[in-house]
């Protein structure tokens, strides 16, 4: 039966029990492990003599307009734009990837890095104490750190590199602004130093991160319209806490709240969820103990429930955690098309991958906002490092972490801070543009602030008190919803 082919195996399989042949090239393209060879077969049915490559194309075509208009029908009121999805690389990676990764991490980030107004001499690193009698002028590099050490007597050592060379910075006991600075670095972060020099060290004055500009205000839309925003559904687990998700599904409808709750709600056009979409299955050791639904596809088919049950006018949009399939490594491709099938089908679904960005709410005279999708693998690595995200609260206030990683422009400036797969063509955890909203999930409790014209938020969840969030330091507060008012900014978290 064409619903029972899951692989390629699979595919060849059932159309050689047709007697039909496939020609040795036309699968090509299609790798092993993707989810597509079912609705391949469906789309060949009819095929009464050999499959060619020509077919195979047809179908993907196909396929990716079907993805595009999921997207762009029923472009009414609330209109979502996918600006970024990751798009996985195909082909074997090599060291050689790694470097090429890395280097389009440098470019981007020290692209960035440039505009702003601080340096003096900017210069490579290979030019540095070239003349010997210049040296302690002031100069500038970028570059990527690759040893942050601390000596006996509290100054930092940094080792940095661009694409010429290596060069040690010193930042000084004596420049408490420095050593703070110095304490929040992270290694394989980009960053632009200022300072004297002699040919083997720059004595750092200045410390100088990306950022986000200052003089950008917050985007106000042009007309009283709502976007909610959700995370950590975790819906399969025996803890998923049904009764509040049917209470907010009710306020939704605008059968629950005083009057000024179901103006908002009669008024929400968007609907974000950053991960965890369902518990899933064999994530975590004993895993089978805390599941109430034990089978993947019917944790989402749950799922589709619940969500068929919001006012269709409202967009959803869906991005992967770690909880999610078919994978953990960065990017996070889009919900699975077998798994959550029923979650696709879904006229007013938007599938994201982790990170993904869309463009909500644009209109004639209004360009929309940008929304940066995250799960947020990487915050609790930044939690546990850096002291200052500590001592401001840790994953209880992770919108301070947000800001951190912003000031950064990388989800994951550390390389062991989240399992990634690198690509040679960009690095897509680099956050080129200044989206309107950073958006993450994973901690289970939630944040909001906003930061210059960016608004930081964290999704709070829907199953309870997990052992796993205590084991992290988290206090987690579930059935929580945020509430933005797209047209004055304002933030409001719900308790349901
Ligand atoms: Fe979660
Ligand atoms: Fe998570």
Redesign the pocket.
């Known amino acids: 039966m064409i619903s029972e082919i899951k692989s390629k195996k699979d595919f060849i399989q059932y159309f050689f029990g047709k007697g039909i042949l496939i020609e040795p090239d036309a699968l090509q393209g299609i790798d092993e492990t993707s989810i597509v060879f079912e609705d391949l077969a469906f789309f060949l049915r009819e095929k009464s003599n050999a499959i060619k490559q020509e077919d195979v194309k047809q179908f993907l075509a196909q396929n990716q307009e079907k993805d595009q208009l999921q997207v762009s029908a029923d472009p009414d009121k609330y209109p979502v734009k996918i600006i970024h999805n990751y798009v996985d690389e195909k082909k074997k990676r090599t060291a050689k990837d790694f470097v090429a990764y890395y280097n389009n991490r440098y470019k981007a980030l020290s692209k960035i890095l440039r505009l702003r107004s601080e340096f003096i001499n900017l210069t490579s690193i290979n030019k540095i104490g070239q003349d010997a009698n210049r040296s302690f002028d002031q100069i500038s590099v970028i570059g990527m750190i690759y040893v942050i050490s601390e000596t006996k007597k509290g100054h930092f050592i940094l080792e940095v590199e661009d694409n010429t060379g290596k060069i040690k910075v010193l930042l000084s006991n004596k420049r408490e602004e420095l050593i703070k600075l110095g304490k929040e670095l992270v290694v394989d972060e980009v960053i632009g130093i200022t300072g004297g020099y002699n040919k083997d060290i720059i004595f750092a004055n200045k410390i100088i991160i990306p950022d986000v500009p200052m003089n950008k205000e917050l985007k106000k839309a042009p007309d009283e319209t709502y976007a909610v925003f959700l ?2 559904l975790h819906v399969g687990s025996k803890k998923f806490m049904y009764e509040q998700f049917a209470k907010f599904i009710k306020w939704l409808n605008g059968e629950l709240g005083n009057e000024n709750q179901r103006n908002i709600a009669k008024n929400i056009g968007y609907i974000i969820v950053a ?2 979409i369902v518990e899933g299955v064999g994530i975590q050791p004993r895993q089978e103990e805390v599941l109430e639904i034990k089978d993947i596809t019917e944790q989402y088919n749950k799922c589709a429930e619940l969500f068929s049950q919001i006012p269709k006018h409202i967009k959803i949009i869906l991005s992967p ?3 999610d399939p078919p994978r953990l490594a960065e990017p996070q491709p889009v919900l699975s098309k077998e798994y959550a099938k029923a979650l696709w089908r879904m006229s007013n679904t938007v599938m994201l991958t982790s990170p993904g960005i869309v463009n909500i709410h644009s209109s004639e005279n209004f360009p929309g906002f940008d929304v940066l999708v995250y ?3 990487s915050l609790f690595y930044y939690v546990d490092k850096v002291v200052r995200l500590r001592e401001a609260g840790g994953v209880d206030k992770i919108d301070v972490t947000l800001r951190y990683l912003l000031q950064k422009r990388h989800l994951a400036p550390a390389h062991t801070s989240t399992l990634f797969i690198p690509d040679s063509r960009y690095d897509p955890l680099v956050i080129e543009k200044v989206p309107d909203f950073f958006v993450v ?4 409790k939630a944040a909001a602030s906003n930061y210059r014209s960016t608004t930081l938020i964290c999704g709070s969840c829907w199953d309870g008190v997990s052992e796993y969030a205590l084991k992290h330091g988290s206090h987690p507060e579930p059935a929580r919803a945020i509430i933005v008012n797209l047209q004055t900014r304002q933030l409001n978290i719900m308790k349901f």
């Open positions: 995370s950590d991960g965890d955690g770690n909880h799960h947020g693998n999930g994973h901690v289970h």
